[in-house]
């Protein structure tokens, strides 16, 4: 009987660690997290994809997200300056300076090119030759490879007429931004999408004690959920593949 209570004591005594390995009073109660608004991903209104898993990720070691919507150049400023804990969104080692990025990533980007259905269809080993742009604050010729012929835009809204124009031959981004273009055209067409290749997405952290703790949580519970799939119904709840198989 003495040792069936012991057992039932080192269990509860159990729980009661692993409870306060989750809800470590030293760890910070909440992380400040910016970020463009992407649709369905990261809206303003705190619904989306990153957000949901986000919060699956934190809130259960007791971290509220206090989120804020910002153009992606300025949600870097604020994670290098430490005015934020994290900004999402961030291709790995993007950003060198101020910052840092932990292990797991948390989705994965579809990188494709939107241009004129009667130039040749772009592939990595061509994407070269052609003449590229880009939203300002992306660094894609990190991840592509042998591009010269590339620019940043200010303006999503210009790259139809800069397509048409003969200005550039083909807008880079992720599949949902190049989609999101091309339904803003009276012809589309004219136009066409080619997908290149798949860029793994990650939260990029404040260089700072705190970010280092934030970050040392994040990896923590990445690895708990996706051992588990416990974020597959979120990917399939806003119909994204999901990127941990």
């Known amino acids: 009987m003495v040792s069936c209570w012991l057992a039932i004591l080192l269990g509860v005594l159990g729980v009661l660690g692993c409870s306060g390995a989750l809800a470590d009073p030293a760890a910070p109660q909440e992380v400040r997290l910016a970020s463009e608004v992407w649709i369905d991903h990261t809206n ?8 949901d898993i986000l919060r699956q990720v934190f809130e259960p070691a007791g971290i509220a997200l206090l989120i804020q919507s910002v153009p992606y150049t300025r949600s870097i400023g604020l ?10 969104g961030s291709y790995l ?4 300076k101020g910052v840092f990025y932990p292990h797991w990533h948390y989705d994965v980007d579809q990188i494709s090119a939107l241009g ?4 040749p ?3 990595l080993a061509t994407l ?3 003449r590229l742009v880009w ?3 992306y660094e894609y010729q990190r991840y592509l490879p042998n591009l010269t012929h590339y620019r940043a835009v200010q303006r999503q809204s210009d790259i139809l007429n800069m397509l048409k124009l003969d200005r550039t031959d083909f807008y880079i981004d992720a599949r949902t931004e190049v989609d999101e273009v091309l339904e803003t055209a009276s012809d589309p067409a004219r136009y066409r999408i080619t997908d290149l290749t798949r860029l793994p997405v990650y939260l990029g952290f404040a260089d700072t004690p705190r970010g280092q703790a934030l970050a040392q949580i994040y990896d923590q519970r990445m690895a708990v959920l996706v051992e588990a799939h416990s974020l597959r119904p979120l990917f399939k709840r806003w119909q994204q593949p999901y990127p941990f198989d």
């Open 44 to 51: 303003a209104d705190g619904t989306g994809l990153a957000w």
């Open 79 to 88: 994670a290098q300056r430490g005015e934020a804990d994290a900004w999402v």
């Open 93 to 96: 080692n993007e950003v060198e």
């Open 116 to 119: 004129l259905s009667e130039l």
């Open 121 to 123: 269809a772009p592939s």
């Open 128 to 130: 070269g030759k052609f």
């Open 135 to 137: 939203m300002r604050g």
